[in-house]
């Protein structure tokens, strides 16, 4: 086995927005519980959106650990069974509708139906769902990960010292988001090829 060693990091690409008109592209970040996907994702939102881009962010939860705050109007609501609880404020929109097996292809189309919203739609979790990915590696054992992206991997964020067998994507330094960043830019240009 080789080692990895991570690619040097360029100079940063910059994103024309007007240039991805039509369809939003969606990426997700696959890796198992304490990859660092969570950590990773948040940096490259931070970057995405300070080059200029309008990412939305899809989070999956499989363990129903989100709740609204103890307390709230919008909570006593929930409480009281309605079907869905929306919450306008001078900042933002926050939407709960209950229902039963929601999925992620309907929450996509929703995300979507608003032409020019978003530029991107980055996707943590739903390693089995068919969507482009990177997959997130820190440990060896991190590498299992790839039997569930195998057909839809875009990349690779993995840690130095991740022995790699062999790699038909792009392997990248986990710990290096400028890098990940454009290599996502580059990815969204070739989208609207």
Known sequence: MEEYRPATASEPVECDREAHKGSIPVIGFAGYSGSGKTSLAVEVVRILEARGLRIAVVKHDGHGHYKEAEGTDSAAYKAAGASAV?????????????????????????????????????????????????????????????????????AIAASTGVKLTSANVPVLDLDAPEPIVDFIIQYLDEWER
């Open 86 to 154: 929306a919450v306008l404020s001078p900042d933002g929109l926050v939407i709960y509708e209950r229902k039963s097996e929601p999925s992620l292809k309907e929450l996509l189309a929703m995300l979507s139906g608003v032409p020019n919203q978003y530029d991107l739609i980055l996707v943590e979790g739903f390693k089995g769902s068919p969507i482009p990915k990177i997959a997130v590696v820190r440990r060896q054992q991190d590498l299992a990960i790839l039997e569930f992206a195998a057909s839809e991997l875009l």
